[in-house]
């Protein structure tokens, strides 16, 4: 029997997830999104065209390839009809390469609404959401309240999502937050009898069925380790679990069905919204990956975060995933830097640290190593060996530390700037 290959980021989310899923399809039948929901912001590129993806997963441009929005997930209808119509417009028929799990749960417009909500009430100390709902609709997952794709086919659907949203109004007159949800609803309605042109399907089935019939599928994650709801810089999180554990219970795969594990960093280090980033620089450096790499997120367009490569945090997200293949991203932007650092250790209160420890916050002062850079244009490297020494070794140092090969090098946005190893 086969077993589900996974990719996912071992950073803070953007490191390339949905370049490296649209290189990797060809070798797949099915690419199955397992948790997150429209927070996410996938960029492929290739023709010379760009397409973000939200909640549809990154292998719906490859001709053959089965797409699956799994359990996991949260689905705002508004979003993903959107999308999908932007796909249909390039001539894709997406209804048959598409299929939606029945357990999949539904973002509501007021789980927009107090999204927004709780992050005004939090103030300074917000969590600096995408405010697309996420939190809300898994918080009503987990509370037993939510409303599943399976739903949509009920008599009393209407009913439902009036209950809930009346417990919505309420919950956001505690927080004294007014908001006009009208238009919204509107859409939302269109969007809900887009989706059901689409097969609902009890995905766990499909995807154990597919594996004993031996079919490659590859899951595919949104955001990254760094943002777990559990192992993750708690609270400025996202709200579900994006570690490998995550394929487990948002597609239904048991843990021996799990085979490789593509776990995918950028060169450096990148993270949008609030919390800690031991290694962010708030110099004229930063700015420089931020300018060169084009760090403005795909979903928010908000700036992102920059910093250096930091060791301690993708070890511990190794670990955690057990990441059997590095894949290291936007090596390019490093293209210009005489020197290039990487954080091999911290000190945390006068003590020497060596993990990714529990206080992961301000008082975390990083312990750099200095690596040469190359100082010249790897955009055209095709072949590992065409690489100049300097870059060999910061890869070797970085599969020496992390004891996993990185088997894959992206120097570029498009699908072709990439070396398979
Ligand atoms: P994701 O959320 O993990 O799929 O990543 P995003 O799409 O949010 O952000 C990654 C950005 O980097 C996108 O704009 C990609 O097109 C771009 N990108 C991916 N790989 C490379 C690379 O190797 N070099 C450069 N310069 N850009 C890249
Ligand atoms: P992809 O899949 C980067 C961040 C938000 C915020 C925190 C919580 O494109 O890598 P949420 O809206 O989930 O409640 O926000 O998580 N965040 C992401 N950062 N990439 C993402 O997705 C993200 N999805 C959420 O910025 O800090
Ligand atoms: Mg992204």
Redesign the pocket.
Known sequence: MKKVDVVL?LQW?????????DVLTPNYDVIARFQGGPN??????FGGE?F?LHTVP?GIFRDGSMNIIGNGVVIDPVILAEEISQIEATGIDVVSRMKISKRAHLILPTHRALDAASEAAKGKTKIGSTLKGIGPAYMDKTGRNGLRVGDILLPDFMERYQALKEKHFFQLRQYDYQVDTTAYEQEWFRGIESLKRFEFVDSEMVVNNYLKQDTAILAEG?Q?SLLDIDFGTYPYVTSSNTLCAGVCTGLGVAPTRIGEVYG?FKAYCTRVGSGPFPTELFDATGETLRQV??EF???TGRPRRCGWLDLVALKYAVMMNGVTALIM?????LNDFDIIKVAVGYEVNGQKVDYFPYEADENITPIYREFEGWNCDICNVRDFEQFPQQFKDYVAFIEAECGVPVKII????DRE??IVR
């Open positions: 980021g989310g953007d490191e390339g997830k949905g370049k490296v899923v996410a912001g996938h960029s492929l590129h760009k973000v990154s949104a990254g995918i790499g084009n997120g795909a979903t991203m936007k090596s390019d932007i992206s120097v570029g946005p700037e990439t």
